[in-house]
């Protein structure tokens, strides 16, 4: 489900209200956690920048939501969390917000936030690890 939306804002107004509560949830977190994160949108999602790198985004597609992490190689801290969580490389996809999910996805935001220049993706938007 392609949004067409210029700020944060728009893009959380654009969709269906269950899913804009439980996104504005993860949004809380990523705040919460990282007070001088800067959001912006980033193909078409909502994105937050620590220090001028993105390093999680989130989305409402058509069946489902996701966050998105950035530097994808520190999700291997969590293999073991998201045996049971339908995922991809840096995707992690959800129906439904529940407390054990957004436990769980604080504790990805935190460590992701913190361990980010550790990446061997950090300072890169596509991907491709560092070769230096």
């Known amino acids: 489900m392609k949004i067409d939306a210029a700020t ?3 893009y959380f107004d654009a969709i269906p209200e269950e899913r804009r509560e439980q996104l504005l949830e993860i ?3 990523v705040k919460r956690a990282w007070p001088k994160v800067k959001e912006d949108m980033h193909q078409g999602m909502p994105t937050y920048h620590l220090d001028g790198q993105p390093f999680l985004s989130m ?3 058509k069946n ?3 966050i998105y992490v950035m530097p994808y190689d520190l ?3 969590f293999n073991k969390d998201l045996k049971a969580y ?5 995707c992690i996809r959800f129906r439904r917000l529940d407390d054990d999910k957004l436990e769980l996805f604080d504790r990805i935001i935190k460590y992701t936030g913190s361990q980010y220049p550790e990446s061997r993706f950090y300072g890169t938007y596509n991907g ?3 070769t230096s």
């Open 59 to 61: 989305a409402s597609q």
């Open 64 to 66: 489902f939501m996701a």
């Open 128 to 130: 491709k690890a560092r």
């Open 86 to 90: 339908d995922r991809g490389r840096s």
């Open 27 to 29: 949004r809380k977190l």
């Open 8 to 10: 944060p804002e728009a």
């Open 75 to 77: 999700l291997d801290a």
